[in-house]
């Protein structure tokens, strides 16, 4: 079946570079999009990031600058990379699939909580 | 960017009964809304797509109405599992964004 897991360090400092992993399984990266989508404490969802299925890339221009995102279709992994990181950028980070065409998620992973504190 | 604003914030109803959550586009997206909902310690799950298609495994208790800019969700004979909180998302133009979030709560 369709799974999706976000990993990433947990707590980090401020300016730094974070790394988020998520593994999917149950379908192909060739074939399917995948975005980063996050959620402050307490506030709503943000779209941020996402890879399509021919390896092409967009950005939420609000963050763009301070994002990479990519993909290693080897592991069936989806990377994302947020550097000079801000207290503001705490919030639960979700990876999520789309299909082609599609812009709306239909499968998520459970969330992978992110602290930015010294 | 498309701002999408649900009301109302919260909602308590009683098992049973029906409720209706509202999400309105800052300008038209067309047919092109989607509708999820979040419980803690679960994946967030898609109800909803381009307005009004139930995806597959959602029971038609959940269905979706509007077009243009005025959008609702409508849950009829609630079960004790639908309490959590519900998003509505464009998904008609790059960035795609989320509404506020509406909390159902049990009476």
């Known amino acids: 079946q369709v799974q999706l897991k976000e990993s990433g360090p947990g707590l980090v400092q401020p300016s730094r570079t974070l790394s988020l992993t998520c593994t999917v399984s149950?379908?192909?990266?060739?074939?399917?999009?995948v975005s980063w989508v996050r959620q402050p404490p307490g506030k709503g969802l943000e779209w941020i990031a996402a890879?399509?299925?021919?390896?092409?890339?967009d950005y939420n221009s609000a963050l763009k600058s301070r994002l990479s995102i990519s993909r290693d279709t080897s592991k069936s992994q989806v990377l994302l990379k947020i550097n000079s990181l801000q207290t503001e950028d705490t919030a639960m980070y979700f990876c999520?699939?789309?299909?082609?065409?599609?812009?709306?998620?239909?499968?998520w992973g459970p969330g992978t909580m992110v602290t930015v504190s010294s | 960017d498309v701002q999408m604003t649900q009301s109302p914030y919260n909602l308590a109803a009683s098992p049973g009964e029906s409720v209706s959550i509202n999400c309105k586009a800052s300008?038209?997206?067309?047919?092109?809304l989607a509708w999820y909902q979040q419980k803690p310690g679960k994946a967030n799950k898609l109800l909803i797509y381009d307005g009004s298609t139930l995806q597959s495994g959602i029971p038609s208790r959940f269905s979706g109405s509007g077009s243009g800019t005025d959008f609702t969700l409508t849950i009829r004979s609630l079960e004790p599992e639908d309490f959590g909180l519900y998003y509505c998302?464009?998904?008609?133009?790059?960035?795609?964004?989320f509404g506020g979030g509406t909390k159902l709560e049990l009476k």
């Open positions: 890879i399509w299925s021919g390896g092409s890339t």
């Open positions: 300008k038209s997206i067309s047919k092109y």
């Open positions: 999520a699939r789309s299909r082609p065409y599609y812009w709306y998620f239909d499968f």
């Open positions: 998302q464009q998904h008609n133009e790059y960035p795609w964004t």
């Open positions: 149950g379908f192909s990266l060739t074939s399917y999009g």
